[in-house]
Every structure is written in structure tokens, then in C-alpha cells.
């Protein structure tokens, strides 16, 4: 987890912040909210004007790598005192509280599981709105990593409730490592060093790609190794339905040199080992398949493998579903490894 400079943590120093398997306090109550919706607690004269287009801004922007543009949360205001008077909101995962005040501190304070489990809230106690935005933009990357480990977190929690134990105990004698996935899953195909996961449903399907090799050097880290390797192993295992198909990376390019579907990268702290996320879109070459993925390539504990997980969504209607809550829930699969 990134140092957090001045932010001040009011939570217990036994909780970790940055572990999406951390086990919730005794008694919290279930926490509240959609998937990837954001709470965010301000008075109308606080959210409005620069304020408010900051904030849609920051998290009302599109979900990077998905091919048709979704919001990266559904952003909700509350005002402060609907907020303090109403325990289902303050029950809510994810929450901005935003008090406005010429006597605060100019500070933000970070709870979590304060009301609920999973949750987060941030406290920004700021002299006026000025300095709000200022905070915004610099504990942006913070809030965001903080977000999205609650809404990991939430996803998990469901999905130990109906946890498949029979996939997860194949996956831990496979290559040493869990996962975990819920009863609605099954393993599509398993070969040496490598497992596919799926769940078929109606309107979508979702999957996990699970590939172990072992570990040479450095450049497995690399943006054109990455996508080689995903392009290969969804080649060879992931069929398409037609003729002379079949499924890779969405790699092509505009004329002046730009992928046409965005692919981006960045190194994450995935539990604490060295791990590159990429982000973009996959296709099937000669159908019409497609839709988005991310990937997580990580080296083991031992320094001995390289670990890739690629979560994959195919959702071609997008209602009642959405692609960006359907790749929470391979995304958090992916962040549910336990060495």
C-alpha cells in the first residue's frame, strides 16, 4: 500500500487497509450500496459548481478499458444531515464526507468498517471549498485504491458464502495458491500450469485464465511480453464459436499509431508481491465476440513463477447487467489469491 503521506488513519493498526481478505470486526453489519456506487455527503452550497465537477470528474469518469464508455461509479449526494440522522446511509460502502468549515483543520481522515463491513469513508474537515478540491486531487489515487479494495472486499465476502470448495481445493493442489470463487462457477478446462474458470449465465458469461510459468527475468514484467502472453494462452484454450475463429487481445491501431480499443498498464501491490495490471479489451478474430478484461501478472512469494490471472466479461446486451460490475466480480476473484 502507497504511503499515505499526511493522511491521518483513524482506524485500528491490527486492520489492514490494503487487504481485500482481511477478516471484518465481530457484529458489523452487512454494509450498504450498489456495486461501485459512490456516497458522497455535502450540503447543495458545497456540491455545486467547481466542487461538483470536480468530483464528477474524478469518479464520475469512464471506466478505463471497457468498449462502450460506463461511468467509474454511480456517484449519489447526500446532504450532511440526512447523512448523520439516517443509519442507512451511514451504513453505505463507500463514502466522501465533505464538512465545509472555517474552524476545520484542513485534514482527512480515513475510517474503516466504522458503521459496517466492508466500507470506507473518507473525511475531508476543510476551511472551504477551495481547499477541498485541493485534497481531492491529492488523495485522488488513495481514495480510488481504498474504493475499489471495499468493493473487492464485498464481492468476496458474498462469494465465500456460496463458496465452490470443490474448484478451490483444485486450484490450491494445482498451483499452490487459492482462489476464490462461488458455486456458480465451473472449471471449463484444466492442463498443465494452466485453468480456465467460467460462469455461464443467460445474459453474460465470465471467466477467470489462470497461467503459471516459471520465472526467468525481468522483461516478463513488459507491456509486449504481457500481451503476447494473454494473446497466446486465450488463443490456444479460450475457443470462438465460428469456423477459423478464434479469441485474442484487441491490439489493432489507428492510422496514426493509437490501439482503438485503450490497453493500459501499471504496477499494482497485490498483496504485497510485485504485479503488473493491465487493463483493455478482447475479441474473438472472425466473430463477433468481445468485451473487456483485466489481468494481473505477478511474481510468487518464492521469486520461482510468474503468476497471470486474466478475468475476462462477455456481456453483449448490457442490461440488466452492466460490464463494469461484471468485471468487479473476476477482478476480485483475482484479488482473492491466498499463497
Not at 43 to 69: H, N
Not at 323 to 331: A, I, N, S, T, Y
Amino acid at each position: 500500500m502507497k504511503k499515505m503521506l499526511s493522511l491521518m488513519l483513524l482506524v485500528a493498526l491490527t486492520l489492514s487497509a490494503c487487504n481485500p481478505k482481511s477478516s471484518e470486526p465481530p457484529k458489523k453489519k452487512g454494509s450498504s450500496g450498489k456495486t461501485l456506487e459512490l456516497m458522497i455527503v455535502a450540503d447543495k452550497d458545497v456540491y455545486r459548481g467547481e466542487t461538483k465537477a470536480l468530483i464528477d470528474s474524478l469518479f464520475g469518469r469512464p471506466q478505463i478499458g471497457l468498449p462502450v464508455p460506463e461511468k467509474m461509479f454511480d456517484i449519489v449526494n447526500i446532504p450532511v444531515s440526512s447523512y448523520k440522522n439516517t443509519e442507512m446511509f451511514q451504513n453505505h460502502r463507500n463514502i466522501i464526507f465533505c464538512d465545509v468549515n472555517p474552524g476545520n483543520p484542513d485534514k482527512v481522515y480515513m475510517h474503516i468498517d466504522e458503521y459496517a463491513a466492508p466500507q470506507v469513508v473518507f473525511d475531508f474537515a476543510v476551511k472551504d471549498q477551495a481547499s477541498l478540491r485541493d485534497m481531492l486531487r491529492k488523495y485522488e489515487h488513495h481514495i480510488l485504491d481504498q474504493v475499489y479494495n471495499a468493493e473487492h472486499r464485498r464481492v468476496i465476502k458474498a462469494f465465500k458464502g456460496m463458496e465452490n470448495f470443490k474448484i478451490n481445493e483444485a486450484i490450491r493442489k494445482q498451483f499452490g495458491f487459492g482462489l476464490m470463487f462461488s458455486n456458480e462457477f465451473a472449471i471449463a478446462k484444466q492442463l498443465d500450469g494452466f485453468a480456465w474458470i467460467r460462469k455461464e449465465a443467460k445474459d453474460f458469461g465470465i471467466g477467470v485464465l489462470v497461467d503459471v510459468f516459471p520465472y526467468e527475468n525481468q522483461n516478463v514484467f513488459d507491456e509486449q511480453h504481457i500481451l503476447d502472453r494473454l494473446d497466446t494462452i486465450m488463443k490456444r484454450n479460450v475457443p470462438s464459436n465460428a469456423d477459423g475463429s478464434y479469441t485474442g487481445i484487441e491490439r489493432r491501431r489507428d492510422a496514426q499509431g493509437n490501439y482503438l480499443a485503450p490497453i493500459t498498464l501499471r504496477k499494482v501491490d497485490f498483496d504485497s508481491n510485485y504485479c503488473i495490471e493491465t487493463r483493455g479489451c478482447w475479441r474473438s478474430f472472425g466473430d463477433f465476440m468481445g468485451g473487456p478484461y483485466v489481468s494481473y501478472t505477478l511474481l510468487s512469494p518464492d521469486k520461482k513463477n510468474v503468476i497471470m490471472l486474466m478475468g475476462y466479461v462477455y456481456c453483449p446486451r448490457n442490461k440488466p447487467w452492466t460490464k463494469r460490475d461484471l468485471l468487479m466480480q473476476v477482478e476480485s476473484i483475482c484479488w482473492s489469491i491466498e499463497f
